[in-house]
């Protein structure tokens, strides 16, 4: 596994220094706040033995963009809190930091343990007390179980014959080693260890709770005068990945309709939470590769859902489902620009925030509604041509575990007045 050299960094940066705002560098400013997410892939130890893990252009490139935000929603950060104080010490004694318990495993049994994370400025927004995870309640599991035994059992009963034939492979690699280590060649003539074969993972057919607990916070922004601020409960969520299989790709899209369904539930009873807004930022892993199939299925479903609702409910809009003003398509938020993983998604009891109409006229003035993305794998390739493919694409080996194999979203609001004009929500 590669990185950039000191040299490479150099450019990079000299390169993002003319010109920010190509690659999605938001600006900051006093009449507006930016709101981001980012997943930044196993940001958990600062280091290994007594080395800093990520290089220091890498650092220098986290810092220059949280330090534009406001507040940054963070997925897959590490049981190990380290990198994290890190930041928030590099971004300076203005912001902090408040993190989950562990998700995605447990202490005993392992697992793919991580925290979610909010890093926020404290002279620009503030807590309001209301914090947990976003779970369904036990008896909601026992009846998807009871109701849907058939669809489980069939489920078990291929489990047990995917373990039979991982067993039987378990058996051959035992045999493998056992001749590599007599001969110091495998049966096939290598001379490498042979690598055990890994336990299948375990997928049903049924949504039955979230593969790593979304994380909700209450934040009121800070304003002067007699302007009403912004309040709005951030749920973090890191949805679940399973690659190309499609019993995973099922599993997904169930885990993210169940995040939708709760989130409008309570969008619904909007007056009873801690704040008027909800604001979802996150990995969701929306499988937008195949667009004239899945994206426009998945939007479609999450585009009708102010047409289904209650007239009194928080109204939904999911501004990166949308191309951008200028854009031919929507954001590519992997860093091989082929999916839209990454989303934020407004659920507005604040007639303050954007409509999903307003996604057209993003950016068009200054300190008002706006989103983007910080496209660094463009800036890479422009700044190092050695980061290029001979097919075009990036060398992910350079980067994707030094920075990222996601890149940031973030979404601009203007920072409210009195008397401030309310969108006409449709």
């Not at 893990?53 to 220059?64: H, Q």
């Not at 994370?117 to 914090?131: A, W």
């Not at 008027?276 to 299925?297: A, H, M, P, W, Y």
């Not at 620009?337 to 954007?354: E, S, Y």
Request: aromatic share 12%; proline share 4%.
């Amino acid at each position: 596994m590669g990185k950039f050299s000191s040299a490479q960094w150099n450019k990079i940066h000299q390169r993002l220094d003319v010109n920010e705002q190509h690659y999605g560098l938001p600006i900051r400013s006093s009449g507006s706040f930016v709101f981001a997410s980012f997943n930044i892939r196993k940001f958990g130890a600062l280091k290994k033995g007594n080395k800093v893990k990520r290089s220091a252009g890498s650092w220098k490139l986290l810092v220059r963009f949280c330090e534009r935000c406001d507040l940054i929603a963070i997925q897959e950060v590490g049981d190990d809190l380290t990198s994290v104080m890190h930041l928030v010490a590099e971004l300076g004694p203005k912001y902090e930091f408040l993190a989950s318990g562990i998700t995605g495993g447990s202490p005993g049994s392992g697992g793919n343990i991580e925290r979610l994370v909010y890093v926020y400025r404290t002279d620009r927004l503030h807590p309001t007390g209301m914090s947990g995870n976003i779970s369904y309640e036990r008896s909601d599991i026992l009846n998807t179980l009871y109701n849907d035994q058939d669809a489980l059992l069939s489920d078990f009963e291929a489990r047990i014959e995917e373990l039979k034939r991982w067993q039987e492979k378990v058996e051959k690699w035992e045999q493998a080693v056992g001749v590599w280590k007599a001969t110091g060649f495998t049966p096939s003539g290598k001379k490498t260890r042979p690598d055990k074969p890994s336990k299948p993972s375990f997928s049903v057919s049924l949504f039955l709770q979230f593969i790593r607990t979304p994380y909700a916070v209450s934040f009121k922004t800070i304003v002067a005068g007699n302007a009403k601020p912004y309040g709005f409960i951030a749920v973090n969520a890191h949805l679940l990945y399973g690659g190309n299989d499609k019993r995973w790709k099922g599993e997904r899209l169930r885990e993210l309709k169940a995040l939708v369904d709760w989130l409008v539930i309570r969008g619904q009873k909007i007056k009873n939470l801690r704040e008027e807004n909800i604001i979802l930022f996150g990995d969701l892993n929306l499988d937008f590769e195949k667009i004239q199939v899945k994206r426009e299925s998945i939007t479609a479903y999450l585009k009708t859902l102010n047409e289904t609702r209650l007239k009194k409910a928080a109204k939904v809009n999911i501004p990166f489902i949308d191309a951008h003003p200028g854009r031919a398509e929507v954001f590519r938020t992997n860093a091989r620009r082929n999916q839209t993983f990454d989303q934020i998604a407004f659920l507005a009891g604040d007639k303050r925030l954007p409509p999903p109409h307003q996604n057209d006229n993003a950016g068009e003035i200054t300190d008002r509604f706006d989103f983007g993305m910080f496209d660094f794998v463009q800036l890479f390739l422009d700044a190092v041509p050695v980061a290029t493919k001979s097919n075009g694409m990036p060398k992910y080996d350079l980067f994707e575990f030094d920075v990222s194999d996601h890149m940031p979203i973030w979404i601009r609001l203007q920072k409210p007045a009195s008397k401030q004009k309310e969108f006409r929500w449709r």
